[in-house]
């Protein structure tokens, strides 16, 4: 499930970065460094810089490998074919691994666990260090973070303070059985949590006025 995950979002990270215009491709080589550090610092690689150099080389050496994007019909279709082979190159790697180690015996559960190639984590790692460098890290990210933030605990004082008013229907019987002030403030945390970001916004917005 790990590995599912970090295909999944480094993948689709880097396409709505590349969407967003809040990523460059032509920039990873000279930040390399800086994306190497983000690799280690922040999401626990244990890989060497030339390790995170040869990554970058391998992915850009793919023929789905955009060069640049500049938002047409033409380009939106690259992107989504280095999405879909992006995806099927790391399911594809663990699946030969795991064979490779585990053999070609039906595998059922326990029987084995999923074996991922360094190269596939080390790729991976990189593009996690892209979204991390060039989106979550960036300042204008760190501003929005901010903001949601605040946004966030001022709905749970509005929620807390007008409950059970605006919890949903499949929240009243955790409320009515809410005993103390911190099961309470779990129920409405529960309820904030079950919010999209549009959601959150739109009662933030009407408990405020």
């Known amino acids: 499930m790990d590995w599912s995950d970090d295909v999944s979002y480094s993948v689709h990270d880097l396409e709505d970065a590349l969407v967003a215009g809040q990523v460059d491709v032509s920039t990873f080589s000279k930040d390399l460094p800086i ?23 391998r992915l850009q050496q793919l023929s789905c490998w955009p060069t640049k994007f500049d938002g047409t019909h033409a380009s ?28 070609a015996k039906a595998l059922v559960r326990y029987g084995a666990n999923l074996e991922v190639p360094r190269d596939s ?12 460098h060039y989106l979550i890290n960036a300042p204008i990210s760190q501003e929005r973070y901010l903001k949601q933030r605040v946004v966030i605990s001022e709905l749970v004082e509005m929620v807390l303070a007008t409950a059970p008013l605006n919890l949903d229907s499949i929240l009243l019987k955790d409320w009515e059985r809410a005993a103390t002030n911190a099961q309470k403030l779990r129920v409405v945390i529960d309820q904030i949590a079950s919010l999209t970001d549009p959601g959150a916004y739109a009662l933030h917005a009407r408990l405020s006025s």
Do not use: C, N, P, W
């Open 76 to 103: 939106l279709a690259r992107l989504k074919d280095l999405t879909s082979q992006l995806i099927g190159r790391f399911v594809l790697s663990a699946e030969l691994e795991t064979r490779k180690i585990h053999g």
């Open 35 to 57: 994306l190497h550090h983000v690799m280690v610092s922040d999401y626990g690689m244990d890989a060497t810089e030339s390790e995170s150099a040869q990554a970058l080389i």
């Open 121 to 132: 984590k080390l790729e991976v790692g990189l593009l996690k260090a892209i979204a991390g």
